[in-house]
């Protein structure tokens, strides 16, 4: 059966139109496409996740290891749609689940189609303007699950952390950050203030709404418990070169912090505020540190290693 005959099936619409693929998924693991509904006059975004080529890998890293990782992470990502996104709100914002169907080894996601609902901006390098509105969500996001064990979902949050990474870390050169990687993964994980993390908060999954005054996220694969400066790290290194985390980290932090308080605040979350501000300025480095130690073992010559991802690298090996 076609996949436009499923999806009027699955959402009783004989209108449904298939609009033409999005995008396909990282190595070759399913497709994003966009259906029409004639009936109710709107879009919807449909995923489709199938098992792919486990040796099929831009960068080498295919094996069983990595096949299991990401079916895993498809199966983290539907409970995510299933049992945790109805939980936010507007300050907040990810796409509704509309529907979801498992065929054989199939897995079918039908969701809001964020762009026709006024998310059709996006942003490839990170200013004071559009960081201040990524991290606003952010910090609602982790004040909307804070202290949430995520049933279902990763036990560590993010794509890079130790745990799911043994090949990378094999292949690095022998160096202090080898040596020192548990001990970065023990500082990280032994956070007093902890959340559900994105895992792969980057502005390529980012909506940012017409307006300019909001964002959606998607992509919630490697959502897991962690500490909640570890996305906020993660998510300038990915819009930020060397020069504007020198200029902007200062105001990031301080953004996220205030923001994260007055969303715990808004949700009605006791919190001390200053233990949570001291946890955050303490951890920041080992943030980096962690994400460092995965691009030495995946790919060194990433473009996302500078002179401030090694120097804040730095600081926390020395406070090891």
């Known amino acids: 059966m076609s996949l436009e005959l499923i999806l ?13 693929q999005l995008q396909s998924l990282w190595s070759g693991y399913g497709q994003i496409v966009r259906c029409y509904s004639n009936a109710k006059a709107r879009y919807y975004i449909i995923k489709v996740v ?7 890998h831009p960068r080498g890293w295919g094996g069983d290891v990595s096949h299991q ?7 983290v990502e539907a409970t995510f749609y299933q049992q945790y996104a109805s939980l936010t709100d507007h300050l907040c914002k990810v796409p509704d689940l509309i529907a979801i169907q498992t065929l054989g080894d199939k897995t079918i996601l039908v969701m809001e189609d964020l762009y026709y609902n006024g998310y059709n901006r996006t942003h490839n390098e990170g200013t004071r303007e559009n960081l201040a509105i990524a991290i606003k969500w952010l910090a609602y ?5 804070w202290q949430n064990r995520g049933s279902g979902l990763w036990p560590v949050g993010t794509y890079w952390h130790l745990g799911t990474r043994k090949k990378e870390w094999q292949a690095m050169p022998d160096s202090l950050y080898k040596r020192k990687a548990s001990a970065i993964t023990d500082k990280l994980n032994s956070a007093r203030f902890t959340t559900l993390l994105h895992g792969d908060v980057k502005f390529a999954n980012l909506c940012f709404h017409q307006d300019e005054r909001s964002v959606a ?13 570890v996305d906020l790290a993660y998510l300038l290194g990915s819009c930020c070169d060397e020069d504007s985390l020198f200029k902007l980290v200062d105001y990031a932090l301080e953004t996220y912090q205030q923001h994260l308080i007055d969303a715990l605040n808004w949700y009605q979350i006791s919190v001390d505020s200053k ?3 001291n946890e955050i300025t303490e951890l920041y480095p080992f943030a980096w540190a962690d994400f460092y130690r995965f691009l030495l073992g995946w790919n060194p010559d990433s473009w996302k290693v500078n002179t401030y991802i090694k120097q804040l690298s730095e600081q926390a090996l020395k406070s090891i």
């Open 275 to 277: 233990a949570l501000t």
């Open 50 to 56: 199938k098992p792919g080529n486990s040796d099929e």
């Open 217 to 229: 996220a998607v992509d919630f694969q490697y959502i897991g418990r962690g500490a909640g400066v």
């Open 8 to 20: 009027r099936t699955l959402l009783d619409d004989p209108s449904i139109t298939i609009e033409g």
């Open 141 to 145: 996001f982790h004040a909307k699950f």
């Open 69 to 75: 990782r990401k079916m895993r992470s498809y199966q």
